[in-house]
């Protein structure tokens, strides 16, 4: 199913379930993180179903928990990421995720677009509901955060120009969802023991105004 959406002609669009979040301050103290994946189950048309495998389940677990990581290295926001094992140096937390990926889809009508090479439109909706769970791997504090957000693609010949546009809405959804996650546990107290650049700046500043 997904491969003929991903065909040209597809346009992708984020739904708008997640505020869109900026970090600040920018910890300089960034931390190494390992990710783990939980229990993912995949849903067609929210039932279980054939096409959807637990190895897949698993592999669009890890690609989500690959997105966020890489959205928060990009953004100078953690020093490194990868599987326990893998890393050359000890992580301080530990990311997961569980949860369900619903993809809402008519297959009838992903097969008239096809044999019409494009000329009938269809859709797919990609609905995720997720639970981050961060971990302090020197406390044992753990966080959670709650995710619920869409991507909508759409299948039709009048998207074959917009073929470079076309995973727009893709990147805007991962990347809204990775400052959201990161943010919403920076609320819960979980990155609190990291030096931000704000402090470590109003620092500075404070011991130039007293040697002055």
């Known amino acids: 199913m997904i491969s003929v959406l991903m065909a040209p002609g597809c346009m992708s669009f984020n739904g708008k379930e997640l505020p869109r979040r900026e970090v600040s301050p920018i910890p300089t103290d960034r931390p190494i993180i390992a990710l783990e994946v939980g229990e993912v189950t995949l849903l067609l048309n929210g039932q279980s179903s054939v096409m959807k495998p637990a190895m897949s389940a698993s592999s669009i677990g890890g690609t989500e928990l690959a997105q966020t990581l890489r959205f928060w290295k990009s953004h100078g926001l953690i020093e490194n990421w990868g599987r326990p094992g893998q890393l050359s140096q000890e992580p301080r937390y530990k990311l997961s995720v569980t949860g369900t990926q619903n993809e809402e889809t008519s297959m009838f009508?992903?097969?008239?677009?096809g044999f019409t090479m494009f000329l009938f439109p269809s859709s797919t909706t990609l609905r995720y509901d997720w639970r981050?769970?961060?971990?302090?791997?020197?406390s044992g504090t753990t966080y959670e955060?709650?995710?619920?957000?869409?991507?909508?693609m759409w299948t039709h010949i009048v998207f074959l120009p917009a073929l470079p546009l076309?995973?727009?809405?893709?990147?805007?959804?991962?990347?809204?969802?990775a400052l959201y996650v990161y943010t919403e546990l920076a609320k819960q107290g979980a990155w609190a023991g990291l030096d931000s650049k704000r402090g470590a700046d109003a620092s500075s500043a404070s011991s130039g105004n007293q040697m002055h």
């Open 109 to 113: 009508a992903a097969f008239v677009t």
């Open 132 to 138: 981050f769970g961060l971990t302090d791997l020197r």
């Open 145 to 152: 955060v709650p995710v619920k957000r869409s991507l909508t």
């Open 166 to 177: 076309m995973p727009v809405g893709t990147y805007r959804s991962q990347r809204d969802q």
